[in-house]
């Protein structure tokens, strides 16, 4: 190891404070193992046992844990260094999960990017994190990422090594990379492990630092409180690299438990469902419009899907009228989990009485989390009560990579992270999300909450989705538009009678909307919620 990059990786990376570790470490939170040793741990234990579900022969955990190594010792072979940045792009394949380790444990830092990115996020990320490795598929969904790689290479030329899972065109095929195992490199866990995108819809994407201490917590004591066992066998349905599918417990907090994790790139009712019946999937996580997607479906896809106990639901608000649809209509129980690639994880219990799985969004994971709900002067707010969420605890980080300016107004003096989350506290810590700081639109000095407007037009049994946003007004500054798309099966309502079902649910006037976006499906973020920016453009457009 050079001294040079396991020092230039930390700068620009906020660390938790020596006492705050020693304590989560006292409260064996922080056990001082690495990511990668997960894997190794459970090999050890379950060797024989499947460990990736593939279309061919099941990748068990003494394979996947040698596939790992060699990978590793490939990647040292090349001249990848610990502590330097290696942008991961990959879909949800089997190589996802052996590239990850493999890199993890030649000690690089995966820079964890979505499918769904293109030159201008991928290239913005590459730069800030000076990566010096592309990990891609060669081609998926229709894309070709060899093509991504020579633009952003050109851009960034730090960049010396792109990998190409499956046809390598110029580059170098990642499945010739492999070596005889080596000794591994020594790593530090209060070090970062790997850099998660944030997933805000405003501004550019930042990098979030998560160590081995903290993101193994993470998905360990989120695996705990789902109950993930041997016997369990997740489906990965959002894209790996997103947070919650990759650690809420997802991918790492089942093969912590020995369980059997299958991977899909198409996300349709149709490809999963097909999955969960020939895998006998018992858990997974979707965002909203996919969990009521999946809801209808039932009606046309005859697949059985009995198998599967827990849908987790979260990334964004998912409306009251669509919780109480998934039990009925999957026969599987149903968590809410409003999370953050920053940290903070909050889940419904799977003992919480049905009002609160349906009507909240959790509460937090740890004991050792800490939530503060403050109004417009950063004072505390008595419980239910709306305020903007403030966090701090063992997985949620202390400031973002190389961001120094942003992190004075993202992180507080005393280390708690402003979330711009508005949520409400029920005594028993359960917390409503009721919208976002900046997602309000200002209608002549009204604020209406796009939120709360969302909320009651779902509630109407001809819109499938909605989203509030804002439209510039010469005399109002902003009006209200709703933008929905409806059931292709009910008779189309008209903005008059929107309006009427909205005033007889007891909304007030000014929180009408005064037009109507009628779409066939609504623009959605990297790992599909959506994307309200988008949106706006497209309807000013
Ligand atoms: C998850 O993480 P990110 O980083 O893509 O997005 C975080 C933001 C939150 O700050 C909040 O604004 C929103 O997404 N959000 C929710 C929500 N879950 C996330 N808003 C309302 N209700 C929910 N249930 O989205 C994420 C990370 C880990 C697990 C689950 C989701």
């Known amino acids: 190891m050079t001294s040079h990059t396991a020092a230039s990786h930390r700068e620009g990376f906020v660390p938790f404070r020596d006492d705050i570790a020693a304590s989560y470490r006292a409260a064996d939170l922080w056990r001082g193992t690495t990511l990668g040793a997960i894997l190794s741990d459970a090999a050890t234990r379950w060797p024989t046992r499947t460990a990736v579900l593939t279309d061919g022969d099941p990748i068990s955990y003494a394979d996947l844990d040698v596939a790992a190594d060699r990978l590793a010792a490939g990647l040292i072979a090349l001249g990848i260094e610990p502590g330097d940045r290696v942008v991961m792009q990959l879909p949800n394949r089997p190589e996802f ?141 959002l894209p790996a690299a997103h947070n919650f599918p990759l650690a809420c417990p997802g991918i790492l907090g089942t093969l912590g438990m020995g369980g059997a994790v299958c991977l899909i ?145 993202a992180i507080t003096a005393d280390g708690f992270y402003r979330s711009g989350d508005l949520v409400r506290r029920l005594a028993s810590g359960h917390l409503m999300v009721t919208g976002r700081i900046k997602d309000v639109i200002n209608r002549g000095g009204e604020n209406v909450s796009c939120d709360e407007l969302e909320e009651h037009l779902l509630a109407h049994p001809a819109i499938r989705h909605a989203a509030a946003v804002g439209l510039p007004d010469d005399s109002l500054g902003e009006k209200v538009c709703a933008a929905v798309v409806l059931d292709a099966l009910v008779d189309s309502p008209t903005l008059a009678e929107i309006k009427a079902f909205l005033t007889d649910r007891g909304l007030a006037a000014f929180k009408l909307p005064d037009s109507l976006h009628r779409a066939t499906q609504l623009p959605v ?16 457009h």
């Not at 820079?111 to 060669?138: N, Q």
């Open 97 to 237: 999960v052996t590239t990850l380790f493999g890199l993890l444990r030649a000690g690089a830092i995966p820079v964890m990017c979505l499918p769904a990115h293109r030159s201008a996020e991928i290239g913005h990320l590459a730069e800030l994190s000076g990566a010096v490795g592309y990990v891609i598929a060669d081609t998926a969904a229709g894309f070709d990422y060899r093509e991504l790689a020579r633009t952003v290479q050109h851009r960034v030329p730090s960049m010396r090594h792109v990998l190409v899972a499956g046809d390598p065109g110029p580059y170098l095929s990642l499945s010739d990379v492999a070596r005889d195992r080596v000794a591994l490199p020594d790593i530090d866990p209060t070090d970062i492990a790997l850099l998660l995108v944030s997933g805000g819809t405003t501004g550019v994407p930042k990098l979030i630092p998560r160590t081995h201490d903290d993101y193994a917590y993470n998905a360990r004591a989120s695996a705990e409180l789902c109950r993930l066992d041997s016997a369990d066998v997740y489906l990965a349905t």
């Open 525 to 540: 973020t990297a790992v599909g919620k959506i994307d309200k920016r988008a949106l706006a453009e497209q309807i000013a």
């Open 265 to 409: 790139e198409d996300p349709s009712p149709e490809s999963s469902f097909a999955t969960i019946e020939r895998n006998k999937v018992t858990i997974t996580a979707v965002v909203p419009p996919l969990a009521q997607l999946w809801c209808a479906a039932v009606e046309w896809e005859d697949a059985n899907i009995e198998s599967l106990r827990l849908l987790q639901v979260g990334g964004a608000k998912l409306a009251e009228s669509n919780a109480r649809a998934v039990t009925p209509a999957l026969n599987a129980q149903l968590q809410q989990v409003f999370g953050m690639a920053e940290g903070l994880l909050n889940y419904t219990r799977l003992n919480d009485s049905d009002e609160l799985i349906c009507t909240t969004q959790g509460r937090p994971l740890s004991d050792a989390d800490e939530v503060r709900v403050v109004d417009g002067e950063g004072n505390d707010v008595p419980d239910g009560v709306e305020g903007e969420l403030l966090t701090r605890g063992p997985y949620t980080i202390r400031g973002y990579y190389r961001a120094e300016e942003h992190n004075a107004r």
